[in-house]
């Protein structure tokens, strides 16, 4: 009898330390829009501020992504766990080689990464706005999602400079006054 009361006491013991990591699902990826968006003071930011959107709804289903002012782009995403409890995640986002230099202020990023929290079972979304020309730069851009040390997701969008705008000629990007926006 003793040797199954300290059987079962180890047992829990174990199941009590071990660390259980929630899961990711992606539910959509690609261009979006959102009806309602609020900029938040960033210093991590190149551009000094981030923008929290609400009513973020897919639109197109894509990792080829067109460099303009004003594309929304990203995924959206579902932490799957035991319970329906916050987590704190970090959204990292990787640049094309040589990384984003602003233009005004000429500090340079190769990633840029922020807190958030998700609940267990509810909708969460990682994305991008350009919002500056010196963000439009063509090449492989990487998303991510991180619970504490573990990658949950990583997705790769390509960015690519397209043809026929009117007012800009191929290699000369947009301009506004917008400001970066992470989602």
């Known amino acids: ?6 059987t079962v006491l180890m047992l829990l013991t174990l199941a009590a330390c071990t660390r259980i990591s929630p899961s990711a699902e ?12 609020s900029k938040v ?3 991590r930011s190149l551009s000094g501020a981030v923008s929290e959107s609400s009513s973020v709804q897919l ?10 002012i ?9 932490l799957r766990g ?3 409890q916050d987590y704190s995640v970090r959204y990292v986002w990787r640049f094309p080689d040589g990384g984003l230099v602003n233009t005004t202020t000429g500090q340079s990023a190769r990633d840029f990464q922020i807190e958030r929290s998700c609940r267990v079972g509810e909708s969460c979304f990682n994305a991008w706005v350009f919002s ?8 492989t851009w990487t998303a991510e999602v991180w619970v504490g040390r573990e990658k949950l997701i990583s997705r790769d969008f390509e960015i690519y400079l397209p043809q026929n705008i009117p007012g800009r000629t191929p290699n000369s990007p947009q301009r506004s006054s917008g400001a970066t926006k992470l989602e």
């Open 26 to 37: 992606v539910t959509g990826i690609g261009l979006y829009t959102a009806t309602s968006t």
């Open 1 to 6: 009898m003793r040797f199954i009361y300290c």
């Open 132 to 139: 500056y020309d010196w963000e439009l730069k063509p090449g």
């Open 41 to 43: 003071d960033e210093p």
């Open 70 to 78: 004003g594309t929304r782009f990203g995924f959206g995403y579902v």
């Open 59 to 68: 639109v197109t289903t894509t990792t080829r992504i067109p460099a303009v």
């Open 82 to 84: 035991l319970d329906a």
